[in-house]
């Protein structure tokens, strides 16, 4: 796919703008419109729904979306570099794109849904990426008012999000994001489709909301997961002493000589209600 409207090409835009992707800003710029159309189709149907983009940088993946059928695309950007450019997508889809020149950790989600649907499509820069994963997954009110995520990580923190027990990646982001939704890699990215290209390789996670997750304080889940996963070579009896170590294990039927990789999520709700925190 060469082109998904009459904007200029993505390369040209950012020679235009002299827009040099910035360390700081965890900035990798996705310049290939197969792969932002891709991701695009993937949170469909798009149509009656807000989505909010995290880190648009030149607008690859707005563009996408906007194509796609997204009528309102709210997006979040810190580098003021990139304001104008994201102003001329706005001015091709007329009443469709809102720019906000921000810190998307600052941004209140919650806020932008209205009575409409919300879904979350980014390509999200790497250096707050699991920060803001963690914000989304941890709203009091449960579901949530987004309906999906789709995001775009590095692999190895994608296969983190989507890890099951005894895994090696398995740890507190898959407790977290296991217990409130449900989470799958739909795909992987090569290094060589980004500018400037990353040193790994990245994949798009999508993430829904379970209706009805496991009651527990995520206070207590995060204080639980934290202790345990913080030693995990070490059996549970001694990673979780600080908390109550065997005696809170026997409370709920838990061996203590098991360690954290190996409890499901069920099991570390279960430590978590019976801790007195």
Not at 96 to 117: C, F, G, N, P
Not at 185 to 203: E, G, Y
């Amino acid at each position: 796919m060469s082109t998904i409207d009459e904007l200029p090409p993505l390369r040209t835009v950012i020679a235009e703008h002299d827009l040099v992707p910035r360390k700081q800003l965890g900035q990798n710029f996705l310049l290939d419109l197969n792969l932002t159309s891709k991701i695009a189709r993937q949170a469909a149907p798009l149509e009656d729904c807000i989505v909010v983009e995290v880190g648009p940088g030149p607008g690859g993946l707005t563009r996408a979306l906007l194509a796609n059928g997204a009528s309102r695309v709210v997006a979040a950007e810190k580098d003021p570099r990139c304001v104008p450019v994201l102003e001329d997508i706005a001015k091709r889809y007329p009443g469709r794109l809102e720019v906000r020149q921000m810190d998307a950790l600052d941004l209140d989600v919650e806020s932008i849904a209205e009575d409409r649907t919300l879904k979350i499509v980014a390509n999200l820069p790497y250096n707050v990426g699991t920060q803001l994963l963690v914000n989304w997954l941890s709203v009091e009110a449960w579901p949530p008012r987004w309906q999906s995520l789709t995001l775009m990580f590095q692999k190895e923190v994608a296969e983190r999000i989507v890890a099951l027990p005894s895994s090696s990646h398995y740890g507190r982001l898959a407790v977290l994001a296991g217990c409130r939704t449900k989470a799958r890699i739909l795909f992987d990215i090569p290094r060589q489709a980004f500018t400037p290209p990353p040193k790994v390789t990245s994949a798009v996670v999508q993430l829904t909301p379970r209706d009805a997750p496991l009651p527990v304080s995520l206070a207590a889940l995060e204080k639980v997961t934290l202790t345990a996963f913080g030693q995990r070579r070490k059996m549970l009896r001694q990673s979780l002493k600080p908390l109550g170590g065997e005696a809170l294990l026997n409370a709920v039927g838990i061996d203590p000589q098991r360690r954290a990789e190996t409890l499901s999520i069920e099991e570390f709700v279960a430590i978590a209600n019976a801790c007195k925190l």
